[in-house]
């Protein structure tokens, strides 16, 4: 049976598995259900598994013939603190908790992978890895810092993903050479200042107004301080501080995020914090202190491993379905791995534009006709390694 067979074939199976996890998410560390799940599925495929990084798992496909060569093939599996308020029928079932980023999907496509390449297991001729990794939506602690130290995942000559990309319509794809992703680092700010009377704030030193200036301080370094050309975002994206509307707070929190794709910028990121909030604490006389937290680096496709995903791209989709989508700001944890890697940004776009819903939106879906394109991209980048492993000998 030829492989887009037998990828159509797994559909309506696809879907179930889809919608089954899209109905049960769960928070990074939290995974435990659905690495049962995972693990369900492997044992009636007979592929043997270890459990990795708490509520993970890798699995390994070594057929008969398979060599020293080891390919590894990488899934996130965790969701995100966001109610859903779609209204379909698999919408989420945990309150408070939604797979609004797509994990759902790259769990599926990997355990449809998984089916496939089982099928074909005898005629295998590089071991195949796969890795259902927790936690990539942690930032500061995401479960690819662990799953990079495992033995087995260190041993494999290369590790490919893929991310399902709701604003790229079903049916294309994104294999870019370089850059993919930025950075995604994170950062915390307390601003401490003096409570008081509402109506007395002259006896007081306010840390919402202090808090306020150190966000419209911050939006000029990107405007005024970072070359126009250079992607870079510095966004604010939490501001807490007091209880009651006549009282002046003692403190105020504010969190947020620094993206970038240049190295020398990123490590400026940190002492331009410390900057702004000194500069701030002088006019407002609060006390500010910054934690700047390093997440993942900027994601870059490594050219050899984009070389062989094209080649199976170009026996996966239509000659014009294979685009370079325009960078990406999001990050991805997949780039903390040390092997050479490269990540594909699947579409999954609704035909229809306003469906297509941004990542990270409580309406955020897929459409389903993505999944098996998904299943044939890994299995035919898993044949044409073979092949170039083959060539080199």
Known sequence: M??????????????????????????????????KSIEKYLDALGIPYVESCKSGVIATIKGPHSGDKIIGIRADIDALPIRELGTEAYKSQNEGTMHACGHDTHITILLGTAKVLAALKDQLTVTVRLLFQPAEEEIANSGAAYMKEEPLVKECDRLIALHIWSKIPAGMAS???????????????????????????????????????????????????????????????????????????????????ARTFNKELRDAYPGILERVAQGVSTTSRAQIRTVYHFGPPPMINDKECVDTGRKACAKVFDQ??????????????????????????????????????????????????????????????????????????
């Not at 950062?187 to 006896?203: I, M, R, S, T």
């Open 2 to 35: 030829e492989l887009k067979e037998r990828v159509a074939a797994l559909q309506p199976e696809l879907v179930r598995l889809r919608r089954h996890y899209h109905e049960h998410p769960e928070r990074s560390w939290q995974e435990f259900e659905t690495q």
């Open 175 to 257: 294999l870019r050479y370089g850059p993919v992703m930025s950075a995604a680092d994170t950062f915390d700010v307390v601003v401490e200042g003096k409570g008081g009377h509402g109506a007395l704030p002259h006896q007081t030193i306010d840390p919402i107004v202090a808090g306020a200036e150190f966000v419209t301080a911050l939006q000029t370094v990107v405007s005024r301080e970072v070359n126009p050309l250079e992607p870079a975002v510095l966004s604010v994206t939490q501001f807490q501080s007091g209880t009651t509307s006549n009282v002046i707070p003692g403190e105020a929190k504010l969190s947020g995020t």
């Open 320 to 393: 014009d379905k294979l685009v370079d989508w325009e960078l990406q700001m999001g990050g991805e944890d997949f780039a903390k791995y040390y092997n050479p890697k490269c990540l594909l940004l699947l579409g999954g776009g609704f035909p229809e534009e306003d469906r297509r819903y941004p990542q990270h939106s409580p309406y955020f879906d897929i459409d389903e006709k993505a999944l098996g394109l998904g299943v044939e991209y890994f299995v035919q980048y898993v044949l044409e390694w073979e092949k170039e492993v083959a060539e080199s000998k």
